[in-house]
């Protein structure tokens, strides 16, 4: 999901449609499929226009901000999946898979490589900008990776207790938190060379999938039962909104309009969560 213009917009899958959110109660069709892509894993707003990073073949999409995707990178390599975007330094970036690479769009019609694979990791699975720098988390071991800036990635993080997906990434404090599969926890790294576990499985579940910074708390969206997480700021996860209407999966957390909202699956419906006190 992303806000842009003051409006929520949410990627589907298995169509790589955009929706955007009526601000009452449904979910309005601005761009159908285009060249068959299937899924619309990454939104990101960059020099004003609303980009989508899709699966099965790796393009970059472009909104036309009214009614259809534009095509503006195809497929680099033989990558099947722009998994995740950032905007930087005023480019926009792609982490991949199924290499793992980083590539920097060159702002009309392709991509550039920027970092190839690093220690045999196959998905960038998210992004994150901290400290003035691009921070990839990875699969199939659950690395951070830092870019130097220029042409490679630099290990910062190595695999902890068996985690193999980084599958979401969260500035917070000061620090970087990436949340795990398969046993759902969170990570903070240690600002040099480690993850340090800082909250462990809640319950059964066994994907982070999404992370966000909101109210001063840090929340995490999991699977397989597709709860709401709030961090304790020590040492372990607390549920702040369990399962609704059977959707397994918080798919994407973002915060809009002073509130915070979650993408779910298997129904694409969404949620705002609001507190109990």
């Not at 009309?108 to 900008?129: M, R, Y």
Request: glycine content about 12%; overall charge negative.
């Amino acid at each position: 999901m992303a806000v842009f213009n003051d409006k929520l917009y949410g990627g589907t899958a298995p169509s790589g449609c955009l929706f955007e959110w009526d601000e009452v109660s449904t979910w309005v069709e601005v761009a159908p499929q285009l060249n068959a892509q299937t899924n619309i894993n990454a939104l990101c707003v960059h020099d004003g226009k609303l980009y989508g990073g899709t699966q099965n073949a790796g393009r970059l999409f472009q909104w036309n901000d009214v009614n259809a995707w534009v095509q503006v990178a195809p497929q680099h390599n033989g990558e099947t999946r722009i998994q995740s975007l950032i905007s930087f330094n005023g480019n926009l970036y792609a982490g991949t898979a199924t290499s793992g690479n980083l590539l920097q769009w060159n702002g009309t019609d392709d991509w550039i490589e920027v970092a190839p694979q690093l220690n045999g990791q196959t998905f960038i699975w998210s992004l994150v900008e901290f400290d003035s720098k691009i921070y990839g988390g990875t699969a199939e071991t659950a690395r951070l990776f830092e870019w130097n800036g220029s042409n490679a990635w630099v290990e910062v993080a190595p695999q902890l207790n068996g985690q193999q997906f980084i599958l979401s990434l969260a500035v917070y404090g000061d620090a970087i938190y990436g949340g795990t599969q398969p046993h759902g926890r969170l990570f903070r790294w240690n600002g040099s060379n480690a993850w340090e576990m800082v909250a462990n499985t809640s319950g059964s579940e066994g994907y982070i999938h999404s992370l966000a910074a909101y109210a001063g708390k840090l929340y995490g969206g999991t699977r397989p039962t597709g709860h709401l997480l709030e961090w304790n700021d020590a040492d372990a996860w607390t549920v702040a909104a369990v399962n609704l209407g059977g959707h397994n999966r918080i798919h994407a957390l973002c915060e809009f309009d002073e509130k915070l909202y979650g993408g779910s699956n298997p129904y694409a419906r969404l949620a705002v969560w609001r507190r109990c006190f």
